[in-house]
């Protein structure tokens, strides 16, 4: 049997990894500024994460949601008190376009209303609700195109009311760092005025953290600089560092009930394992406080190049803005200099999303490879 051809592929086979570097089967060494994705949250085989799932495997790798699990309850509590969010009950399942269409289909149970509000360049995963709500034509099918959604540009608050001034609206869903579609981030203003028109209008606000959370741009979710409180906060990639984890924070003015969510594998052992230790490690190697300050050197380091136009993002969330279109950039970097970087729907972007505990010397390394690859 062979697979299902829906990726184009590099020629490199990573067969081990190591903080921030992957080895190839050749033992070739590849620095990773893509994390997989921005998967990779702690570092590659961190020994303490490691350990944690080990000793949970040996113990009870997986019992379905019929039973108490301590773990899910583990983390929850850590979860709350590492993200200083408060208030809101956690639903754990798989990926992040898993938690996505659960917080669609939440926001529809809790409103009674079908409709959802999407924004330009967005992308929220490729399942039949959330790609519906994702600005990508091309990879919607006549089915996923049944969904009642409303596109608008990112920024247009006057839109936003004249929409929602219909009361048919079940949520607004948005990214505050937008990742696959280039790193905008709208200005502090426009997230006021949406959860604002949200209360006044009985929509939920759903703030897409599948990226842009646990710790990436240095405040442990992106919506915390802006000062809002979403109704639904989705995440997952960094949340398992690898291992498939996701979830929902969930405001607990939304009322629970038997049947409402359910899901085999979300919450499992080893899934709970793998988050607790992932949420251990952030605050004890303070990967908030590095990842803050790691954007400062980047941008202070990009300025020295003058084919970088911009720097987009924050923390180590981060889009370089080439004033050329980067794909023979990005595997120069690869196959030439061997640095994993990462693209976007922006043609003239290279996106870079490393591990949280990457450090200086990992970006000197970058930099040498990217000024040697502009000759």
Same mark, same amino acid.
């Given at each position: 049997?062979?697979?299902?051809?829906?990726?184009?592929?590099?020629?490199?086979?990573?067969?081990?990894?190591?903080?921030?570097?992957?080895?190839?089967?050749?033992?070739?060494?590849?620095?990773?500024?893509?994390?997989?994705?921005?998967?990779?949250?702690?570092?590659?085989?961190?020994?303490?994460?490691?350990?944690?799932?080990?000793?949970?495997?040996?113990?009870?790798?997986?019992?379905?949601?019929?039973?108490?699990?301590?773990?899910?309850?583990?983390?929850?509590?850590?979860?709350?008190?590492?993200?200083?969010?408060?208030?809101?009950?956690?639903?754990?399942?798989?990926?992040?376009?898993?938690?996505?269409?659960?917080?669609?289909?939440?926001?529809?149970?809790?409103?009674?209303?079908?409709?959802?509000?999407?924004?330009?360049?967005?992308?929220?995963?490729?399942?039949?609700?959330?790609?519906?709500?994702?600005?990508?034509?091309?990879?919607?099918?006549?089915?996923?195109?049944?969904?009642?959604?409303?596109?608008?540009?990112?920024?247009?608050?006057?839109?936003?009311?004249?929409?929602?001034?219909? !009361?048919?609206? #079940? /949520?607004? =869903?948005?990214?505050?760092?937008?990742?696959? @579609?280039?790193?905008?981030?709208?200005?502090? %203003? +426009?997230?006021?005025?949406?959860?604002?028109?949200?209360?006044?209008?009985?929509?939920?606000?759903?703030?897409?953290?599948?990226?842009?959370?646990?710790?990436?741009?240095?405040?442990?979710?992106?919506?915390?600089?802006?000062?809002?409180?979403?109704?639904?906060?989705?995440?997952?990639?960094?949340?398992?560092?690898?291992?498939?984890?996701?979830?929902?924070?969930?405001?607990?003015?939304?009322?629970?009930?038997?049947?409402?969510?359910?899901?085999?594998?979300?919450?499992?052992?080893?899934?709970?394992?793998?988050?607790?230790?992932?949420?251990?490690?952030?605050?004890?190697?303070?990967?908030?406080?590095?990842?803050?300050?790691?954007?400062?050197?980047? !941008?202070?380091? #990009? /300025?020295? =190049?003058?084919?970088?136009?911009?720097?987009? @993002?924050?923390?180590?969330?981060?889009?370089? %803005? +080439?004033?050329?279109?980067?794909?023979?950039?990005?595997?120069?970097?690869?196959?030439?200099?061997?640095?994993?970087?990462?693209?976007?729907?922006?043609?003239?972007?290279?996106?870079?999303?490393?591990?949280?505990?990457?450090?200086?010397?990992?970006?000197?390394?970058?930099?040498?490879?990217?000024?040697?690859?502009?000759?």
């Amino acid at each position: 049997m062979k697979l299902f051809d829906v990726y184009p592929l590099y020629d490199i086979t990573p067969m081990r990894g190591e903080g921030a570097y992957v080895f190839d089967e050749e033992n070739n060494k590849y620095l990773d500024l893509y994390g997989g994705h921005a998967v990779i949250s702690i570092g590659h085989s961190h020994p303490a994460y490691v350990k944690a799932i080990n000793d949970q495997v040996k113990k009870l790798g997986f019992y379905s949601n019929s039973v108490k699990n301590p773990l899910q309850q583990e983390l929850a509590e850590k979860l709350g008190k590492v993200s200083g969010v408060k208030d809101y009950s956690l639903f754990l399942c798989n990926s992040g376009a898993e938690a996505n269409e659960n917080a669609l289909k939440l926001a529809s149970f809790h409103t009674g209303k079908e409709k959802v509000v999407y924004f330009e360049k967005s992308f929220h995963g490729r399942t039949s609700g959330v790609v519906a709500v994702t600005d990508n034509e091309s990879i919607k099918s006549t089915f996923n195109k049944g969904h009642q959604v409303v596109k608008l540009a990112f920024d247009d608050t006057e839109a936003l009311e004249n929409t929602l001034k219909n !009361k048919d609206i #079940a /949520a607004v =869903i948005f990214e505050v760092i937008q990742g696959v @579609g280039g790193l905008d981030e709208a200005n502090n %203003e +426009f997230y006021q005025k949406a959860s604002e028109l949200c209360k006044k209008y009985g929509a939920l606000l759903i703030a897409d953290e599948v990226q842009s959370g646990y710790g990436r741009t240095g405040d442990f979710f992106a919506f915390q600089k802006h000062e809002i409180r979403p109704d639904i906060i989705s995440i997952a990639k960094g949340m398992g560092n690898g291992f498939p984890v996701g979830g929902i924070l969930i405001d607990n003015k939304i009322e629970a009930k038997f049947g409402l969510l359910g899901t085999t594998f979300g919450g499992n052992h080893l899934a709970c394992a793998a988050g607790i230790s992932v949420l251990d490690i952030i605050k004890k190697e303070q990967l908030l406080k590095n990842a803050k300050s790691l954007f400062d050197y980047v !941008k202070e380091e #990009a /300025a020295k =190049i003058p084919q970088i136009k911009k720097v987009k @993002g924050r923390g180590l969330m981060i889009g370089l %803005e +080439f004033d050329f279109e980067i794909a023979q950039l990005r595997k120069d970097l690869l196959f030439k200099h061997q640095v994993f970087t990462g693209a976007a729907s922006n043609k003239k972007l290279l996106r870079i999303l490393p591990p949280l505990n990457i450090k200086k010397e990992h970006f000197d390394v970058f930099f040498r490879a990217l000024k040697t690859a502009l000759k």
